[in-house]
């Protein structure tokens, strides 16, 4: 269905989705963008059942390596801001999706690839991944939210130490930042990253995506967080899984939510 996205359901609650350009090591041009905007705006809702998903990058080397370096010659400053401004759409749609999108870095994420990653709920990382921002190095700044949500997830100093010299941290180091949830060997991430997104979604689901609003809202100079965490707990409290979820809990049962 898509040219450069593989969709693979892992069981009818979790998609795995792959970034397919392995030869220039899943970099973003303006068709994976597009295919990316397409699946979480639209498509996504023919798969009923989908509780979570996962990206990775095909291939070996790379989770991400970065927005395409190949189309830039052809950019002129409107284009470049139209750019900048189309990926950030779509990254922002993955940050505010209602199911946790946890990325699988099984390599390089790097530019676009660590702005992608970023903008995801969760990441785990294989031994051998690669992050950083070398936009500097090629004379240009993150242009997809990089110098926006590195600073989220690892403070200030280290972002701008990480984009000021370009340095690439390892998967232990990105663990040790906060950058990454979880670190195991490249054999072994999606059956980790399978078992993390089971761990997540035995909750109730509008618990879940309340959570992500919640903590987005604390991020939107527009949102009132601390507010609207009173209000949706209160609203989960009266649901069907808020009583559901307590009742389990005084009848030391296991709760079955229903996401209502
Ligand atoms: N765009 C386009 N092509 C890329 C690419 C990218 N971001 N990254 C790698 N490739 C291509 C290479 O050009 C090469 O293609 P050819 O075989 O046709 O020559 C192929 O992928 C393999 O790459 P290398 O031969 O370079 O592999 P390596 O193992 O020697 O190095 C690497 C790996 C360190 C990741 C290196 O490829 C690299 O530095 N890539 C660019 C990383 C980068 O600068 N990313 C930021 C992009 S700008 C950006 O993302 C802006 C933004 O925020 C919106």
Do not use: W
């Not at 498509?43 to 095909?58: C, F, N």
């Not at 052809?74 to 801001?81: G, P, Q, V």
């Not at 649901?239 to 559901?244: K, L, N, P, T, V």
């Amino acid at each position: 269905m898509y040219k450069h996205l593989t969709l693979e359901i892992e069981d009818p609650q979790v998609l795995i989705m792959t970034i397919n350009r392995p030869k220039a090591l899943n970099a973003l041009n303006t068709e994976v963008i597009d295919e990316l905007d397409d699946f979480f705006a639209r498509s996504y809702k023919q798969y009923e059942s989908l509780r979570a998903v996962i990206i990775t990058g095909s291939g070996e080397k790379a989770f991400v390596a970065g927005a395409d370096i190949s189309g830039f010659k052809n950019l002129n400053e409107a284009t470049a801001l139209q750019l900048s401004l189309d990926g950030k759409k779509v990254f922002d749609s993955i940050e505010n999706f209602h199911l946790p999108v946890i990325a699988a870095i099984n390599g390089y994420a790097l530019g676009g690839g660590l702005e992608l990653a970023m903008s995801c709920h969760l990441r785990t990382a294989s031994d051998n991944a690669r992050f950083g921002l070398p936009e500097l190095s090629l004379g240009l700044i993150p242009g997809y939210t990089g110098t926006q949500r590195l600073i989220q997830l690892v403070g200030k100093g280290r972002a701008l130490h990480m984009m000021l010299t370009g340095k690439m941290i390892n998967a232990d180091e990105s663990q040790s930042f906060g950058l990454s949830n979880l670190v195991c060997s490249k054999e072994t991430l999606l059956e980790e990253t399978v078992l993390l997104v089971k761990k997540i979604i035995k909750n109730g689901p509008l618990a879940i995506e309340e959570t992500i609003k919640c903590v987005n809202a604390f991020f939107d100079a527009d949102s009132d967080g601390d507010q609207y965490e009173s209000e949706q707990f209160a609203r989960l409290m009266v649901s069907a899984d808020g009583r559901e979820g307590s009742l389990a809990f005084l009848e030391k049962r296991k709760a079955n939510f229903i996401g209502k």
